[in-house]
T-cell receptor, first 111, second 113 residues
């Protein structure tokens, strides 16, 4: 069983839709949670970084962490065609440095 | 502030050869991690260097090695290349590496023929 599970999609939505992306994890040692966006043939770009349970908002993006359920989410409001990319969840153990990634969800936002 | 840079961006090698990839972290960052990304396995951790010392290592064979210089620049080397080594190799840097945000470079795309 993978430590981090993420539905690979693909996910296709119309422009302006609210997008919900999710990951579950099995190891409670994970304490730091990140979402990266990766365009085709590019390196991952950090979108959100969270530590504690709860919500964190940045513009159209909201990251949600529920440590009790071992579940993290990324919401994208008013999605744009430029949001079309692969979204990767990643997490780090306490005092660690190794990122453990989900498989990535491929998102397409249609104009 | 300049981001993480990686050279070369593309590389074609044949089986049995060796290859060296280079990564320059963000100025002031002392931790450099390397990841391999393939369609089948996703992003997998190779190793992390901090202050010229390997601090963490993933589950890759000994053909994969790395080093870090005093200016925090890092290189990774793959010897005796196999077809399965074809991948995007990504470097990420952070200030000190412990639970911090890691910033990725554009990657080096390696094709082994």
């Amino acid at each position: 069983q993978k430590e981090v599970e993420q539905d690979p999609g693909p996910l296709s939505v119309p422009e302006g839709a609210i997008v919900s992306l999710n990951c579950t994890y099995s190891n409670s040692a994970f304490q730091y949670f990140m979402w990266y966006r990766q365009y085709s043939r590019k390196g991952p770009e950090l979108l959100m970084y969270t530590y504690s349970s709860g919500n964190k908002e940045d513009g159209r993006f909201t990251a949600q962490v529920d440590k009790s359920s071992k579940y993290i989410s990324l919401f994208i409001r008013d999605s744009q065609p430029s949001d079309s990319a692969t979204y990767l969840c990643a997490m780090i153990r306490t005092s660690g440095s190794r990122l453990t990634f989900g498989e990535g969800t491929q998102l397409t936002v249609n104009p | 502030k300049a981001g993480v840079t990686q050279t070369p961006r593309y590389l074609i090698k044949t089986r049995g050869q060796q290859v060296t990839l280079s990564c320059s972290p963000i100025s002031g960052h002392r931790s450099v991690s390397w990841y391999q990304q393939t369609p089948g396995q996703g992003l997998q951790f190779l190793f992390e260097y901090f202050s010229e010392t390997q601090r963490n290592k993933g589950n890759f064979p000994g053909r994969f090695s790395g080093r870090q210089f005093s200016n925090s620049r890092s290189e990774m080397n793959v010897s005796t290349l196999e077809l399965g080594d074809s991948a995007l190799y990504l470097c990420a840097s952070s200030l000190a590496g412990t639970g911090e945000t890691q910033y990725f470079g554009p990657g080096t795309r390696l094709l082994v023929l």
